[in-house]
């Protein structure tokens, strides 16, 4: 096991993907209901999962580096 954050921001793909679904949802109209919210966002989630597989694919196959980065840094995050 190694010791880096929990939280580190360098591995955290989901992220990535969230702030995708969010822009097509905050891009759409306004919603007044949760169940709305919530269609909203199983309807971004289908269309990022239909229409943009290469970007999911290269978030997923790109956490190599980081991944590689932190272990050589014994765990700590990156130096921005």
């Known amino acids: 096991m190694l010791p880096w954050p929990s939280k580190s921001p360098d ?7 969230w702030h995708l679904i969010s822009e097509k949802v905050y891009d759409g109209p306004q919603y007044y209901s949760k169940d709305d919210l ?7 989630s289908e269309g990022l999962q239909k229409n943009h597989k ?15 980065d932190v272990i050589k840094r014994n765990g700590d995050i990156f130096n921005y």
């Open 11 to 17: 591995l955290n793909i989901i992220e990535n993907v």
């Open 38 to 44: 919530w269609k909203a966002v199983l309807c971004a």
């Open 54 to 68: 290469d970007i999911l694919r290269s978030l997923y196959t790109s956490i190599s580096e980081p991944l590689i």
